[in-house]
């Protein structure tokens, strides 16, 4: 485009110089456009190849202080954290270290409390650099299916108990003649209440680890937060009681059909009428269609009960579970055309388990209170020169419907 500009300005001149005169008021106005134009090119091209440059530089310089590695998978506000990371270490300080920046992602998991790592340099080494915060929610997604499955994640900059509208019974009309009277209908309001449970663990790490460059430190932590935190949280989010935490997807959820005598440890047999796939189409059937329809209506259970699904054929003979799944998703496969997602705080196949979820899981929320908050002591392991990372987390969760949106298998009691 430049040379296009150049040529267009001397074929001008060119054409004036050929007829001995001085270029006309039109040619002059012409031949500066094509030269204004020509500049400007020239000074983008110049732009262009400077920051080429100047990335290049970066780039090497990168690899000269990283032993040849750079951050390749890292954003400037990755970089920036991690410098930030380990200055405090360097530093001593003392003042909480937050990771503020929003994701989209989240998850959750298993056992709740305080849990302990020592971390130094013999425990590996030249790990391939990742993003913190991205992979810290994607930890606490893999840990738990519920977030995965599509649960409704909101998040809230305080901890004060949340109360959350909603109708238990809607408003109903009726045929009315000409002339009578319009019966009052009013619906039923109820609410649920999300406060914010706090979730913790420690991880120790030596000053000669945080001070090696080499390792993925960042990314270690981000793993061992988000499955700490996210198994913490995750059990509670299937079976939580309510009381003293989260009240889970399966406390909240309502009976939608009880295997007949023979199923207490499985689903019967797959030649009998009203046991095998009967009772998971039967389950599925129990849900009103706006649920059982939802873009978000999913199954839950534990790995083992996929196992017995798994071998499940319809009144055709094909098998009503399906290995294919879309990639990221998160699920294990589908049932009856919807995805299944396995989780092991689900209950196991047994007399009276509820040991099967379907229903449409994003009217369970999630609640978050602010950022996940990493905070250090230099003094609690000061014999063995680790410095102490706190992590900490504020969730709850509560199913908002509780009108019928996700329903549970019964085993038998025999």
């Not at 970089?79 to 992602?105: N, V």
Request: some cysteine.
């Amino acid at each position: 485009m430049k040379r296009d500009a150049c040529d267009a300005a001397e074929e001008i001149l060119t054409k004036a110089k050929a007829a001995n005169r001085s270029l006309t008021t039109a040619e002059e106005r012409s031949f500066d456009a094509h030269m204004a134009d020509a500049k400007d090119l020239a000074n983008r091209i110049d732009e262009l190849e400077s920051g080429e440059r100047s990335a290049l530089a970066a780039d090497a310089s990168l690899r000269q202080l990283h032993g040849g590695n750079t951050y390749r998978s890292l954003s400037r506000t990755d970089i920036e954290i991690d410098e930030k990371f380990r200055q405090t270490i360097a530093q001593r300080s003392l003042a909480p270290f937050e990771i503020t920046q929003r994701s989209d992602e989240m998850r959750s998991g298993f056992r709740p409390g305080i849990e302990g790592r020592a971390l130094a340099t013999t425990s590996g080494g030249g790990l391939v650099a990742t993003s913190f915060w991205s992979q810290l929610q994607r930890h606490l997604v893999a840990s738990s299916s519920i977030l995965a499955a599509g649960a409704t994640v909101i998040q809230t900059p305080t901890g004060e108990p949340l109360k959350v509208p909603k109708t238990t019974a809607f408003s109903t009309a009726s045929l009315i003649a000409e002339g009578a009277t319009i019966p009052t209908s009013d619906p039923t309001l109820g609410s649920a209440q999300l406060d914010a449970y706090k979730y913790g663990f420690l991880v120790q790490v030596s000053y000669e680890l945080a001070a090696d460059a080499n390792f993925d430190l960042l990314g270690f932590l981000a793993e061992q937060s988000g499955l700490a935190i996210g198994n913490a949280f995750g059990a509670h989010a299937i079976s939580g009681t309510g009381t003293g935490q989260p009240n889970g997807i399966l406390t909240g959820a309502t009976l939608g059909v009880t295997g007949p005598t023979g199923t207490a440890t499985s689903l019967g047999s797959q030649t009998t009428v009203g046991q095998g796939a009967d009772l998971l189409i039967d389950l599925q059937g129990s849900l009103a269609g706006p649920y059982a329809r939802s873009e978000s209506a999913a199954w839950l259970m534990r790995q083992s009960t996929l196992q017995i699904v798994k071998k499940l054929r319809d009144s055709t003979g094909r098998y009503i579970f399906s290995a294919d799944i879309v990639p990221g998703s998160g699920s294990a496969g589908t049932i009856l055309g919807r995805p299944v997602f396995v989780d092991e705080a689900m209950p196991a196949a047994g007399a009276n388990a509820k040991s099967i979820l379907y229903g449409d899981i994003s009217k369970y929320w999630v609640r978050q209170v602010g950022a996940i908050r990493f905070e250090r002591s230099d003094e609690f392991a000061f014999d063995r020169d680790l410095v102490t990372f706190r992590g900490l987390a504020r969730l709850d969760g509560d199913l908002i419907d509780t009108t019928g949106a996700i329903k549970w298998f019964a085993h038998s009691a025999t």
